[in-house]
């Protein structure tokens, strides 16, 4: 090692990091400990990572950069100035763990005050998000009113994004669409792959076929190095490097360091099993902490003495940490679904004893029962005197505009949503979205608010949930539901869970919109399909589904204000349907989530319904009454989760019998979850068995006999009512 190599490295935080990386073993060591006494319930261990880890920290800020880590980073936390009993607070589990307070496994860190974003354990899937975090600090950096209205919000003009992964890792395709998103707008991204040469049992060479570091060297704009993770200064030289460079603006840097792994993947694995004596007694030379220990040596900072005395040193804070952190109390189980989700405070429903006492609380003015009104009326708001009706895609495009007139927070992305290219954009009439709900947004905001993405659904939500951490609004769209599935990772596994598994210090405020739905002749299977009873199955992810026009504005509104991801399903058939036509609502209507609307009132059945289906319903409603058969309540939920359990309650105890009617498939759509509720709670109500209108249980078909027989039709709702 050179002068030059060990010129950037004091004395005082070369027997600091020795320190460090000693008690970061020893917290591996702790853990298995006492994984072995059932105190410690997983362990994954940091251990040969160390070095880099440390040497890195040196160089990051923090509290003003932000960072997307991994389950190895545990040297990374404690040089960012985590303690070793917080970091053993999660291993036990417990309620004073500030990172989730008992949620999560240990090593999944998340500390809002430094910037740590709560970690998930799926790998790879922390990169997209990164990303979205970093564009949305260039993006705050432009827009400096925001900071103005909303002081949380700030950006830092160099700051750095850190995201770290395992070789192993990179194998995952949103590492490669980050890359691809990190390279065409040049952000300050810094990733670091830390190779050990495993990915549990799985060799590297069974993974790639090539080092990442040569894999990637056709995205233009990244600067990449490989280097030497166990060797301290070197990773001190080249780090320091890397961040000057990403902070004066020079795009993103890849680091691919080679480190060891001298402990198993986790407690639940035996490397014995797989790799060979020779090849575990060959990692021991190139351990970090031995190799630190050297350089202390070798600098002439510690004798062989003291380096013993600071080992020995981090072996007691190890231990007065361990007995701290099994001292603490345990998570409260009452405790368990706090953080689910946040909803807003929404105006208080007036009710008959608002009326007794001659006053109430601000009510909602979306009235649930509207006695009286025609199938396809306008329920709600009073529109303006003398204003025209608008189709549903209209009023959403209205509502967007004037949402982002409102809030320079959002911004709205995805595929084809933008109206041109931006030199060409006074030229052309432009795009604005296949269905034009966002025709007019870029010529209106410009290109940093309103722009096309990667075709890649996984990219898009991704970066939006990147975005919502930093305390924008995105609304991104992905362009047809029945594409959804690829951004299933970042809808389920990052966005709905990060309330929950960071115990309330993170959130996603994302609206996600998504057409949705068939009747749409030569739709198939890949533009027809309806499955919001999949997404009512995520806890933590909030799903709405309009079926007109007013509706679809108040919901919009109200989605803008939740903290929590919006899942916002627009029905294409609904689109430009004359019934589904409303006035425009006046500023400040909104529809709250949870919160259904009886269409049309009855006696007899009450029919819950949702979405296109609704209509359908009316018109089934209409013809039977007319016939002399029972006389159906219509209930449009409006939101799938939450849903109007009340309003059903009310219903079901006035006519006795249920109906519900929905276009996704019948087993294990979410009619399913209603009609298992109704059977607990309004069991005595009954004096018929519940039936359900649904698709049969098969994909759209292209040919319009097919489809006509797949998606329920108004017959089918006709049929189901006359059998009451």
């Known amino acids: 090692m050179s002068t030059d190599d060990t010129a950037v490295v004091t004395p005082d935080e070369m027997v600091a990091d020795l320190r460090l990386a000693a008690v970061s073993r020893g917290l591996d060591d702790k853990e298995i400990a006492l994984q072995k006494q059932s105190r410690v319930f997983f362990q994954i261990s940091g251990a040969g990572h160390e070095a880099l880890l440390l040497g890195l920290a040196r160089s990051l800020r923090p509290g003003h950069d932000w960072f997307f880590p991994y389950y190895r980073d545990r040297a990374l936390m404690l040089g960012l100035g985590i303690s070793p009993e917080t970091i053993l607070l999660q291993s036990v589990g417990a309620a004073t763990d500030p990172a989730s307070g008992g949620r999560q496994m240990p090593c999944h860190w998340g500390f809002p005050d430094r910037h740590v974003v709560s970690q998930s354990s799926a790998t790879g899937s922390q990169c997209l998000p990164a990303i979205g975090c970093a564009e949305a600090g260039r993006y705050l950096l432009a827009h400096p009113e925001i900071g103005g209205d909303h002081a949380s919000v700030s950006a830092q003009p160099d700051e750095v994004t850190y995201v770290s992964l395992g070789e192993g890792s990179t194998s995952q395709g949103e590492f490669w669409e980050s890359l691809n998103t990190a390279c065409r707008l040049r952000l300050p991204v810094l990733y670091v792959v830390a190779d050990n040469g495993w990915a549990i049992s ?83 030379a190139r351990d970090p902490i031995g190799r630190m220990a050297q350089l202390c040596v070798s600098m002439g900072v510690l004798g062989s003495t003291g380096v013993d005395a600071v080992l020995t040193e981090a072996r ?66 009073e529109p303006a005197e003398g204003a025209e009706p608008v189709a549903m895609a209209d009023a959403i495009r209205r509502c967007l505009h004037e949402l982002m007139a409102g809030d320079p927070r959002i911004r709205v992305f995805g595929e084809d949503v933008a109206d041109a290219p931006d030199e060409h954009l006074e030229r052309v009439p432009g795009k604005g979205g296949v269905f034009g709900t966002t025709l007019g947004l870029q010529a209106s905001f410009g290109e940093d608010r309103c722009f096309n993405t990667p075709l890649s659904e996984s990219n898009i939500v991704g970066r939006a949930i990147g975005q919502a951490l930093r305390g924008l609004r995105p609304f991104p769209e992905v362009q047809f539901y029945d594409y959804i599935w690829t951004a299933m990772q970042q809808i389920k596994t990052e966005a709905a869970t ?45 799903v709405v589904m309009p079926s007109r026009a007013a509706d679809a504005v108040g919901l919009l509104r109200a989605a803008m204000r939740c903290e929590d991801p919006v899942l916002f399903l627009e029905h294409k058939h609904l689109y430009r349907q004359h019934y589904a036509r409303d006035p425009y609502p006046p500023l400040g209507w909104e529809v709250p989530f949870g919160e259904g609307v009886v269409r049309r009132p009855g006696e007899d059945v009450t029919i819950v319904t949702w979405g296109a289906m609704v209509q359908k319903s009316l018109e089934a409603a209409e013809r039977v009454e007319a016939d002399g058969g029972p006389a159906a309540e219509v209930i449009d939920l409006r939101t799938i989760i939450p849903w109007d359990r009340q309003l059903v309650a009310d219903s079901v105890g006035g006519t006795g019998r249920l109906l519900v009617v929905h276009e996704d498939i019948r087993t294990a759509g979410f009619g399913a979850e209603i009609a298992a509720w109704v059977a607990d709670e309004c069991f005595d109500d009954l004096v018929a068995p519940i039936r359900r209108v649904a698709a049969l249980d098969t994909h759209v078909g292209y040919a319009p006999v097919l489809e006509d027989v797949i998606l329920p039709q108004v017959a089918d709702v006709e049929a189901a009512l006359r059998s009451f």
């Open 202 to 284: 799985v060799p590297s060479r069974d993974q790639q076929p090539a080092p990442v570091v040569d894999l990637v060297r056709g995205f233009h704009g990244l600067e990449m190095t490989r280097l030497d993770g166990t060797d301290y200064a070197e990773v001190r030289e080249i780090g320091q490097k890397a961040l000057d460079y990403l902070r004066a603006g020079g795009g993103p840097v890849l680091l691919h360091a080679d480190v060891t792994r001298p402990y198993s993947h986790s407690a639940a694995d035996t490397q014995a099993k797989y790799r060979v004596p020779e090849d575990l007694e060959a990692e021991k």
């Open 316 to 381: 007691g804070i190890v231990e007065e940490a361990a007995a701290a952190a099994l001292a603490a109390p345990l998570p409260d189980p009452r405790d368990v679904t706090r953080h689910v989700v946040a909803l807003p405070e929404w105006p208080r429903r007036p009710t008959d004893a608002d009326s007794a006492v001659g006053g109430a609380a601000e009510p909602v003015e979306t009235p649930r029962r509207a006695i009286g009104s025609e199938p396809g009326e306008t329920i709600g708001a």
């Open 498 to 542: 990060m309330r929950w598994r960071s115990n309330g210090g993170f959130s996603v405020p994302m609206v996600l919109r998504v057409p949705i739905g068939g009747f749409l002749t030569g739709g198939a299977i890949w533009h027809s399909q309806s499955g919001e009873s999949i997404f009512a199955h995520v806890p933590g992810l909030l």
